[in-house]
């Protein structure tokens, strides 16, 4: 008798029905292994942990329904046929025969990934929603050496870091055109941008500069994804490059592309294309992938500002104003490609010491010179010497910082990272505070004096111009001082309306004061009421979310409070040393 | 089955009968004759000159060497085809040495040409034309919900802030002592070489001896236990009498009547307890849920760290990357870049269940491993 009876006919239900192992997908789909998880990896079907293993524990389980979409795609067929094809060429190659392995070398059939990223990003909106992963990988390969082994025997081509280079300054010559830049922090692991686009925030990781060595990792999935991505990345260049009217892609002038400055003829493309006035053909300059150097990169001259004012938002003007009129120098030391992205980001023009660069080292109009030396030769006096650490954190603060504690020799205050929200983490270091400082003292500048015209304190638009916590105390305070003012000055009038005598006026004022704390004391009786309603309407469940919010909170707060008990404590110790 | 019938043993006999000898009694005439004669009669030469030729030694690709490939043979009949034999001698093979590896280079570069080429052709449009809208637009399964790029804390940039660079250190040496403390706390490995003395020939002797000892006395003890058990255990067999089974029966039947009362009186408390009843069930319901939500959240909360389990081995995240104190120089020339991000993109894609973790990326990277603080 057989132990799990089945009635025939019934097929499979359960768990066993919805998932099947990898081994058993391999088979149905009837591919080898590496076919099999390159299209995995190109239509974005990825294992899932199902409720019960059914096969075990040390299985990899796909949906079945992944499963048949997969075998309902054209491209397994065509990998199939390449596979096959490839069969031929290496029959014609071992029997010698190098005119038929030639003729079916230039005939091989290959495949687009159109249809693909169409099919998993219907909208525009979606790919850029997944264009940090993308992002982060190209602009690792542009960065990798090309070797032809790497540990476990994959090769890296050459022609794809090349390809990577390209994409990568392409987007990085569009973001910084269109001032779309907002936040940089240099890490140990290399260099985060974040940078908003459409309305999408896309944040990327970029390596330093520096030779990366390579690691032992499966470099056969990495480079089918980077497939995937440089094909997505492409097309999302193209989309974005349409957007400003600026052809797609782009041709650059070839002396340029020999000294590898990539970055600035493309600027100087864009620039050319801008000009819709004198309409400059590059046409005449073709282009022509050559063996292109490292480490050697061009810089950004804006010659004329793209025309596309209409589509630029409060931020994007904000930012592209950030270093206006200024003029930087970059020596040799200091990384220059990061640097060139972010300047030209914000408005600024620059230059470096190598051939074709804009201008040279003695130019008299240079404003900045970025050095990363401890001691510097001879000093021009019109310009600054600054670290590079000053730009970046500029950009991040979006005010011009003073340059004392960035100069030559000295060491810079610490760079702090944009995308940790201070006041939530509860412990502002002071260097932030001195930033913040610094912002509202420019904007206090700006903005008319308190006190003086029509201010209305309740609007809290006008309150959210002062930045800085202490300002906010103080503006309170003073809307108590008005309200009490007012109050007394009314209370005067009603009680002068009843025929009180003046001096028994003056005594009520200490009265009025108890009234003001009482008032307080109300509103904030008020507020609690309020609040407990509110509480006791919710359900269990959002009661206890709120619950452990609280708790979550209170443990913040506990921790900042023992850093700043620390803090103290550390500086009497010194006080007392 | 049976017998066989007694038929005529004429066929099985016979054949003895019926073999013709003629060729035996003819050879041995000729051999007794040649012996009696001193000489064969039949004049075989007993000298002879051997003029006869060994066969070369022929080998094995040579036979292969002629043969031609059918579809090839078919063409034969065509002047311009030329046929390729499979293999070709020695001689010629030395000169074309040079030449098939130079070809197998231009092949190779010429295929990754192409392919990328290929790859790239594809016409650029712009895919995401406004107004084209696909009619069924897939619920997308999202493997996982962590980001793809996660920034560091701050405690990891370049010059970081002091404070800050003590949470992300505390971090990391917190990360590594847990591995130690595991690998500690963990049941002990069978060690390789273990620890004996070296026990001469006597001493086994007198190994043996106590077991040999030890033995006998728990021998002895067993037998004097079963005489014993032996005559308990036939105890006597006393006959029943009516008297017993009587009260026996009568025993029963109160026991009977003691066990309806009881359950009576319990259904009758059941009831009157019926609130309180309710309330322990409640009680139950709600401490199932609790522990159902609680689990919920502890599995979803999991999930923002790691990925769920998809293959053989677990996924092993990489280590926090922060300067340690005596590298942190607060320059950007200075910093020492010692980590790759290949490996750290690579673990993103472990991390959000794109790529199912293997036995080699479990492994340590080359990465800064913290110092203990003081």
């Given at each position: 008798m057989p132990k799990h009876y089945r009635p025939a006919g019934k097929k499979k239900e359960g768990n066993v029905a919805k998932y ?29 942990e199902p409720r019960k293993k059914v096969k075990g524990n040390h ?480 359900g269990r469940k959002?009661?206890n ?33 | ?186 049941p ?20 043996e001896?106590d077991d040999a000892c030890d033995d006998n006395e728990e021998d002895g003890v067993q037998i004097s236990n079963t005489g014993a058990e032996i005559e308990k255990r036939v105890p006597k067999c006393k006959r029943v009498t009516r008297v017993e089974l009587n009260r026996r029966a009568r025993k029963k039947e109160h026991l009977m009547i003691e066990a309806e009362a009881k359950k009576v009186d319990e259904l009758t408390k059941s009831i009157d307890d019926l609130p309180a009843i309710l309330q322990a069930i409640e009680k139950e319901e709600e401490e199932k849920n609790k522990r159902y939500m609680r689990r919920r959240v502890a599995k ?75």
């Amino acid at each position: 008798m057989p132990k799990h009876y089945r009635p025939a006919g019934k097929k499979k239900e359960g768990n066993v029905a919805k998932y099947v192992t990898r081994s058993q997908a391999v088979k149905g789909l009837q591919v080898t292994l590496p076919v099999f998880r390159k299209l995995c990896i190109l239509k974005g079907v990825f294992p899932r942990e199902p409720r019960k293993k059914v096969k075990g524990n040390h299985h990899s389980y796909y949906h079945m329904k992944d499963i048949l979409f997969l075998k309902h795609e054209p491209l397994l067929e065509k990998l199939r046929d390449i596979r096959s094809y490839d069969k031929k060429i290496k029959k014609a190659v071992s029997k010698k025969n190098k005119d038929l392995a030639g003729r079916l070398l230039t005939r091989k059939p290959s495949y687009t990934l159109d249809r693909m990223i169409r099919e998993r990003y219907p909208k525009f909106v979606d790919a850029l929603r997944d264009l940090d992963d993308c992002l982060s990988l190209v602009h690792l390969f542009a960065a990798l050496p090309a070797v032809d082994s790497t540990a476990n025997g994959e090769k890296i081509p050459i022609n794809r870091v090349h390809n990577c280079r390209r994409l990568s300054y392409e987007w990085q010559a569009y973001i910084s055109r269109t001032h779309k830049l907002r936040k940089t922090f240099v890490s140990v692991k290399g260099i985060y941008y974040q940078a908003v686009v459409k309305g999408q925030t896309i944040t990327w990781l970029t390596p330093h500069a520096l030779q990366q060595v390579l690691s032992e990792v499966d470099y056969r999935i990495l480079l089918t994804f980077l497939e995937f991505y440089e094909a997505l990345l492409g097309f999302v260049n193209f989309k974005l490059y349409h957007s400003i009217n600026v052809k797609y892609p782009p041709i650059l002038d070839p002396q340029l592309e020999a000294l590898a400055a990539d970055l600035y003829a493309l600027t100087r493309y864009f620039d050319a294309r801008s000009a819709r006035l004198g309409s400059l053909t590059p046409g005449s300059d073709q282009m022509e992938l050559q063996q292109l150097h490292s480490n050697e990169l061009g810089s950004l001259v804006q010659i004329s500002e793209v025309a596309n004012e209409d589509e630029e938002d409060e931020e994007t003007r904000e930012c592209k104003n950030l270093f206006k009129n200024m003029i930087f120098f970059l020596s040799p030391e200091v990384p220059r490609e990061s640097l060139l992205f972010v300047i030209s980001a914000f408005g600024g023009r620059l230059s470096w010491d190598g051939d074709g660069a804009p201008f040279d080292e003695t130019d008299q109009s240079i404003s900045y010179q970025v050095v990363d030396r401890p001691t510097l030769g001879r000093k021009f006096l019109t310009r600054e010497y600054i670290q590079p650490q000053w730009v970046f954190d500029c950009v991040n603060a979006r005010i011009i910082l003073p340059t004392e504690k960035y100069m030559v020799g000295c060491i810079c205050p610490p760079h702090l990272s944009p995308f940790v929200d201070n006041e939530t983490e509860g412990h502002v270091p002071e260097y932030a505070e001195a930033i913040e400082r610094l912002k509202a003292a420019q904007r206090k500048e700006v903005l008319p004096l308190p006190g003086s015209g029509k201010e209305d304190f309740d609007d809290p638009h006008s309150l959210a111009g002062i930045a800085d916590r202490a300002e906010a105390i103080e503006v309170a305070k003073k809307r108590k001082e008005m309200a009490m003012l007012e109050k007394q000055h009314f209370d005067e009038l009603s009680k002068e309306v009843k025929g009180y005598q003046i001096a028994d006026i003056a005594l009520d004022n200490e009265p009025m004061q108890d009234d003001d704390e009482c008032l307080d004391q109300d509103l904030r009786q008020l507020e609690e009421d309020e609040s407990r309603r509110a509480e006791a309407l919710m359900g269990r469940k959002p009661r206890n979310i709120l619950k452990a919010m609280r708790i979550g909170i209170q443990k913040k707060q506990d921790a900042t409070q023992r850093l700043k008990k620390r803090q103290k404590q550390i500086k009497e110790s010194q006080m007392l040393n | 089955m049976g017998k066989k019938s007694k038929s005529s043993r004429k066929g099985k006999k016979e054949w003895r009968k019926n073999i013709s000898t003629e060729d035996v009694e003819d050879f041995l005439e000729i051999s007794t004759e040649d012996v009696l004669s001193g000489g064969s009669q039949q004049k075989e030469p007993s000298f002879f000159i051997d003029k006869s030729v060994d066969l070369a030694a022929k080998k094995k690709i040579d036979k292969s060497r002629g043969k031609v490939l059918w579809s090839d043979k078919l063409l034969e009949k065509n002047p311009m085809v030329k046929i390729i034999p499979s293999s070709t001698t020695r001689k010629m093979k030395t000169n074309k040495n040079a030449k098939i590896v130079q070809a197998g280079e231009n092949e190779t570069t010429l295929q990754t040409r192409l392919k990328y080429q290929n790859a790239c052709d594809s016409s650029l449009t712009d895919l995401w034309e406004d107004g084209k809208d696909d009619s069924r637009i897939k619920k997308k399964f999202l493997p996982s919900a962590i980001p793809a790029v996660e920034v560091e804390p701050s405690g990891c940039s370049f010059n970081p802030d002091s404070l800050n660079h003590q949470d992300a250190l505390a971090r990391a040496v917190a990360d590594e002592m847990q591995k130690i403390y595991q690998q500690e706390l963990g049941p002990k490995p069978v060690p390789s070489v273990a620890h004996a003395e070296v026990i001469d020939d006597e001493l086994k002797y007198f190994l043996e001896a106590d077991d040999a000892c030890d033995d006998n006395e728990e021998d002895g003890v067993q037998i004097s236990n079963t005489g014993a058990e032996i005559e308990k255990r036939v105890p006597k067999c006393k006959r029943v009498t009516r008297v017993e089974l009587n009260r026996r029966a009568r025993k029963k039947e109160h026991l009977m009547i003691e066990a309806e009362a009881k359950k009576v009186d319990e259904l009758t408390k059941s009831i009157d307890d019926l609130p309180a009843i309710l309330q322990a069930i409640e009680k139950e319901e709600e401490e199932k849920n609790k522990r159902y939500m609680r689990r919920r959240v502890a599995k979803a909360e999991k999930l923002k760290a790691h990925p769920p389990r998809l293959g053989k081995y677990k996924y092993q995240p990489t280590s926090l990357q922060v300067l340690l104190s005596e590298e942190k120089t607060g320059s950007l020339r200075k910093l020492k870049v010692s980590c790759t991000l290949v490996r750290d993109r690579f673990n993103s894609l472990e991390k959000r269940g794109l790529v199912v973790p293997s036995k080699k990326s479990g492994r340590k990277d080359a990465c800064l491993k913290p110092e203990v603080l003081e």
